[in-house]
C-alpha cells in the first residue's frame, strides 16, 4: 500500500489518491481498467527524479511499487495503465520551450494540437502526427512511435526524436543524444550506472548484431517490440539510444524533455477520392496508386460512414455556424448515399502535395487515369471543404465509435495490423474469412498505403465469451499476419493487449534479448511492468473493462 503523505513529502506537485481521481486514471482508450493506487503531478524534473528515487527506496519492502507515466491516456493497449503510480505529465509539465525552423524543444505533457499551432506559424510540422491529433501529447507520441495519415512519405515519430531527456531507473536525469563511436567508446568508459547501461547496450546488440538486423519486420511501420536493429549502425557508427526509448511505452526510461525534428508543409495538395463497392481488387489499387508517391493513402470503410451521417451533428457543432453550414452542404452527397443503399464498402483517399500547383494537379489526374481500369467511381476533390469532410470522417471514424454505440464498446485487439501491401490480395480474403467466422460488427479504417488497418470491433464485454474470443480472434489474426510477414502493431503499440503476443512476432533469442534489454535499464521492474516483457494472457482476461468507455474531452 502506497504511504501517500510520505511520498508527497518528496515532491512539489501533487499526490492524490481520491476515489474520482483513481477512477479516472484506471481508464485510457484501450478495453481495460486497472485501478492504481496513487497518481503523481509532477512540477518538474526535480519531482520525476525524486519519485523514481522514493520507489528504489521502498521497493524491498513494497516490491508491488512501480511507475507508469501517462501524458494524455489516449493509447488503446493500456500502455498507460497500472496498479501502482500513475505520473501524469499534462498538468505541468507540457511547455514548449523553444522552437526554430528546424526543431521544436517541449516537455512530453505537451498537447500536440498546441505544438502544432505553432509549428503552423512557421509553415513546419511535426509530420507522424496521429489521427488522436486534437487529444494527444507529444510525449505520448514519443512513448508509442506514433505515426499517421502522412508516415506513408515521413515515416513515424522514431524519425523526428533528435534528442531527449530521462530520468532513468536511478533516479537521475540524463541527456540521450546520437553518439560517433568514439564518443560512445568515452561514454562506456564511465564506472557509474549511465556508463554500465551504454556498455551493456552496446554489447548485447553488438554481439548479436546479424540475428538482430534479421529480426526487423519487413513492412514501413512497426511498433512491436524493441527496435534494437535501428540503435546501432555498423555501416554509419552511430549509436543513438533515442530509437530504443521511442517506441518503448515509459518501459524503460521516463522522459521530461523532448526535440523533436519539423519538416516543411507543402504549398499545394489535391486529393483523388476512390469508392469500392468491394475490397477484392485492393492490393492491386493500392500497388497503381503507389506509384504516383502520395503523401497521405487513407481509407475508411462503409460502417464508419453511416456513423459520420448518422452523428454529423458532433461534427458541426465544433465548427460554429458558418462552419457548420459549409461542412453540412459537403455531406448531402453522402446523406444521399446512405439513403438510397448506395454505400460503397471502402472509400480510398490519397493525397499529393508538392510546391508547384500545376505538378501537383496533374499527378493527382494521372491518378485517376492509372486506376480507370478498375472501373470504381473516382474523381479529384473540387474544393478545400469536399477534402475536409473525408478527413473529418477518417479521423473521428474510432471516436465515433466510441462515443456513440450503445449497450457495445469499442474493442481494440486487432486495431492496428500491417501486412506488406503487395500482399493484400492474398491476405485481406482471409483476414476477412477469418474475423467472420465470429459475427462481429466492425469498422474498418487506415493507411492503406502501408498495408496497416485499424479494425475494430464493437463486443459486450460484460459478457464473459467476450474475453474468448477476444484472445482466439486474436491468436488467428496474429497467427495469419505473422504468416505474411507482417506486424502485429503498426503504432498503436503493444501494451497490455500484445504483449503477450510478441513471441508470435519473434523468435525466443530475441524475446530474450528484450527481457535483457529490460533488465539493463530497469534492473528493479520499477518502470510500467507488464509491457514489452512480463505480459500475460491471464492479466488481459482479468482486466477488461466492464463498465462504459472514459470521454476524452481534452
Ligand atoms: C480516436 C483515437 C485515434 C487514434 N489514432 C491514432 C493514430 O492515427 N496513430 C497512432 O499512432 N495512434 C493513434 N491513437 C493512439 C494514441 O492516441 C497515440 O498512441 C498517442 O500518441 C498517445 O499519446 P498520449 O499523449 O495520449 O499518451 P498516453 O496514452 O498517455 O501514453 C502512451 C504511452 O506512453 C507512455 N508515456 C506517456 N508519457 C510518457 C513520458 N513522459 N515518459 C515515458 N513514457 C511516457 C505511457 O506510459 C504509455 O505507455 C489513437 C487513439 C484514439 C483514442
Known amino acids: ?325 459549409k461542412l453540412g452542404i459537403q455531406f448531402i452527397p453522402d446523406m444521399w448515399q446512405v439513403i438510397t443503399g448506395g454505400v460503397p464498402k471502402l472509400i480510398l483517399m490519397a493525397e499529393v502535395t508538392g510546391d508547384d500547383e500545376v505538378e501537383v494537379l496533374t499527378r493527382a489526374q494521372a491518378i485517376k487515369t492509372a486506376v480507370k481500369p478498375f472501373k470504381y467511381k473516382t474523381h479529384v476533390a473540387r474544393s478545400a471543404g469536399e477534402v475536409e469532410k473525408y478527413w473529418k470522417i477518417r479521423r473521428e471514424s474510432f471516436n465515433l465509435l466510441r462515443k456513440h454505440v450503445k449497450g457495445k464498446q469499442t474493442a481494440p485487439f486487432i486495431d492496428d495490423i500491417i501486412v506488406d501491401p503487395h500482399q493484400m490480395p492474398v491476405f485481406l480474403p482471409k483476414l476477412e474469412a477469418i474475423i467472420n467466422q465470429y459475427k462481429l460488427i466492425y469498422t474498418i479504417a487506415g493507411h492503406a498505403g502501408n498495408g496497416n488497418f485499424h479494425i475494430i470491433p464493437l463486443m459486450d464485454l460484460n459478457n464473459p465469451i467476450s474475453s474468448d474470443i477476444i484472445l482466439e480472434l486474436s491468436k488467428k489474426v496474429y497467427t495469419l499476419v505473422t504468416e505474411f510477414g507482417g506486424s502485429i502493431t503498426a503504432e498503436h503499440n503493444d501494451g497490455i493487449i500484445r504483449t503477450p503476443f510478441l513471441p508470435y512476432m519473434y523468435k525466443p533469442d530475441i524475446i530474450q534479448y528484450f527481457q535483457k534489454v529490460k533488465d539493463i535499464f530497469d534492473p528493479l521492474n520499477i518502470f510500467n511492468p507488464g509491457k514489452k516483457v512480463g505480459g500475460s494472457f491471464d492479466y488481459i482476461r482479468s482486466h477488461l473493462v466492464q463498465s462504459h468507455p472514459v470521454e476524452h474531452s481534452s
Open 1 to 325: 500500500m502506497i504511504n501517500v503523505s510520505g511520498l508527497q513529502k518528496n515532491v512539489h506537485g501533487e499526490v492524490m489518491a481520491d476515489e474520482p481521481t483513481l477512477i479516472k486514471y484506471s481508464r485510457d482508450a484501450s478495453l481495460f481498467e486497472v485501478r492504481p493506487e496513487a497518481v503523481v503531478f509532477p512540477k518538474d524534473s526535480a519531482d520525476v527524479q525524486a519519485v523514481v528515487k522514493y520507489v528504489n527506496q521502498n521497493k524491498q519492502s513494497d516490491p508491488t511499487l512501480s511507475i507508469t507515466a501517462r501524458s494524455a491516456g489516449t493509447d488503446m493497449s493500456g500502455g498507460p495503465l497500472n496498479e501502482s503510480i500513475i505520473m501524469d505529465f499534462t498538468k505541468y509539465m507540457g511547455a514548449l520551450i523553444s522552437m526554430d525552423d528546424q526543431k521544436g524543444i517541449a516537455q512530453p505533457g505537451l498537447y500536440y494540437r498546441d505544438f502544432e499551432a505553432e509549428t503552423l506559424k512557421r509553415q513546419r510540422i511535426l509530420p507522424s502526427y496521429t489521427a488522436s491529433k486534437s487529444l494527444n501529447t507529444v510525449g505520448g507520441m514519443n512513448a508509442n512511435n506514433s505515426g499517421g495519415e502522412k508516415s506513408i512519405k515521413y515515416g513515424k515519430t522514431e524519425r523526428y526524436i533528435l534528442g531527449q531527456k530521462v530520468v532513468l531507473s536511478d533516479g537521475n536525469e540524463y541527456d540521450i543524444k546520437p553518439l560517433t563511436k568514439a564518443e560512445l567508446d568515452i561514454k562506456m568508459q564511465q564506472q557509474d550506472f549511465e556508463g554500465r547501461l551504454y556498455k551493456q547496450v552496446y554489447d548485447l546488440i553488438d554481439m548479436h548484431y546479424d540475428e538482430i538486423q534479421a529480426a526487423r519486420p519487413h513492412v514501413t511501420k512497426n511498433s512491436a517490440g524493441y527496435y534494437l536493429w535501428n540503435v546501432w549502425n555498423r555501416e554509419t557508427g552511430i549509436f543513438d539510444l533515442n530509437k530504443l526509448l521511442c517506441g518503448s511505452q515509459g518501459t524503460l526510461a521516463l522522459t521530461t524533455e523532448l526535440e523533436i525534428g519539423l519538416v516543411p508543409v507543402p504549398k499545394f495538395s489535391k486529393m483523388v477520392v476512390m469508392y469500392l463497392p468491394t475490397i477484392d481488387r485492393l492490393g492491386d489499387v493500392v500497388d497503381t496508386v503507389m506509384k504516383y508517391e502520395p503523401e497521405s493513402f487513407e481509407s475508411y470503410d462503409d460502417y464508419s460512414m453511416k456513423l459520420a451521417i448518422k452523428f454529423s451533428f458532433d461534427f458541426f457543432s465544433q465548427l460554429g455556424f458558418w462552419g457548420a453550414i
